[in-house]
Every structure is written in C-alpha cells, then in structure tokens.
C-alpha cells in the first residue's frame, strides 16, 4: 500500500502545453504539500494544502495552480509550461500541525518540457 | 526565520569509511530535527528524527544527536556501504506546518 502516490511518474511534454500531476494519500493526513526540486536537488516549497484549504502560497508563477478536491487529494495544474519548469515535483504530507511530525513523500513525478 | 545549513557536497568515501555531513539551524522556540534520504530516483524517505534537545536519533546505522547548545544536528555513520550512496537533506520543523530543508549533501560510496 503506496503511502502517498503521485501520478504519472515520467511527463514529457512540449512547450505550452498544459499539464497535471496527480497525488493521494492514504495515511489520513490533514495536511498536503507540492515541492519542487531542481537539477542541483534543492527542495523550494510551492504550495501547502490543510482540509482543502490552501495555506501556504509561495512565489510561483500563477501558470501553476493547485487544486485539492478532498483532504486525500491535491493535484497540481500546469499551464503555458515553459523550459524552466522542467524538475522533479514531490508530493507530501502530514499529520495535524505538530512538530514531532515528519512529512511523508511521494516518489516523484520528473517533468521534462522540450 | 528558521532555516537550515548543511555542509556542500558532493561528497565521495570509500567504502567502510567514517562519515560526517553537518547540519546546523536557527530556529526561534523548540524545532524537531530530522534527516531525510533520497536515493536515486526516488522520493525523500525519513531516516531519523529527534524532538528535544539531547535526543539522539538513529537508523540502519546513522546516527544523529541534536545539540542545543551549539545549534547542529550532525549526521553519522562508523561504516557506509555502497548502498549508502544517495542524497542527504536535513531539515526542522518548528511551530506550524512547514518543513525547512538544507539544500541536500550528495554522498557516493565507492567499493
């Protein structure tokens, strides 16, 4: 039983094209995460989801837009992609606020944009 | 704010080599640390954590003691293997949701 599946793991696609990556998790966890991690492995947070509600919103262009139909669910919705999106995208999350609390990731989704 | 500095890698041992990849934080209030792996075309997956001061956390032979008095979260092993090679990040969680990750120590073990 995959804890936290992201969906698909592989995207190739051109530029401006318009693209989503799927992601549930089955632990009952309040609160879901997309981050994205670049060529050097830096991890940059982009979005953070508790019960559907979005709480945390960083610098992203507005191409991206997250969408969490149910606590179990948050997908992440490309628009216009463009070469410089080209990364690895996780998933993640977590139990209620507590900081004893790790966050639990998906496997990836690598998006290549030609 | 709260962030994490983790020494710049790559980094390459020899197998049966001791390892050391530090970690320091700053942090306002009481943060629990952790250290994260991640190998080669997977996600993060958690190796240890600790939640006060003096706590040591450990796993498949990491180990990993948080120091209040000097701010760090070292990570270590006495023996890695080859299998050991992967990416290292350490990160805090303080209060609220948020995660602050380094910016991730690449190790390679060689036979």
């Known amino acids: 039983d995959t804890a936290v599946s992201q969906t698909p793991k592989y995207l190739v696609t051109q530029m401006g094209n318009d693209k989503s990556i799927k992601c549930e998790q089955n632990?009952?966890?309040?609160?879901m995460y997309w981050y994205k991690q670049d060529s050097k492995k830096f991890l940059k947070i982009m979005f953070s989801?508790?019960?559907?509600?979005?709480?945390i919103n960083e610098t992203v262009p507005n191409r991206f837009s997250p969408k969490s139909p149910d606590k179990a669910h948050l997908n992440l919705h490309i628009n216009s992609l463009e070469l410089g999106d080209s990364a690895v995208y996780f998933c993640?999350?977590?139990?209620?606020?507590?900081?004893?609390?790790?966050?639990?990731f998906g496997s990836g989704t690598r998006l290549t944009v030609v | 704010g709260d962030s994490v500095t983790q020494m710049e890698g790559p980094v390459t041992l020899s197998e049966e080599a001791f390892l050391t990849i530090n970690c320091t934080y700053t942090?306002?209030?009481?943060?629990?640390l952790f250290w994260y792996v991640q190998y080669p075309g997977e996600g993060l997956q958690l190796l240890l954590k600790?939640?006060?001061?003096?706590d040591k956390g450990s796993n498949k032979g990491f180990e990993a003691t948080y120091r209040k008095e000097t701010t760090s979260f070292h990570l270590e092993k006495g023996s890695v293997q080859v299998s050991d090679s992967a990416v290292y990040f350490c990160?805090?969680?303080?209060?609220?949701?948020?995660?602050?990750f380094g910016t991730g120590t690449s190790l390679t073990v060689i036979p």
């Open positions: 993640a999350s977590s139990p209620p606020e507590d900081r004893v609390w790790g966050y639990t």
């Open positions: 632990l009952g966890h309040d609160t």
């Open positions: 989801y508790n019960n559907k509600e979005l709480i």
């Open positions: 942090a306002t209030g009481y943060p629990s």
């Open positions: 600790a939640t006060k001061a003096d």
């Open positions: 990160a805090l969680r303080g209060t609220g949701n948020q995660f602050y």
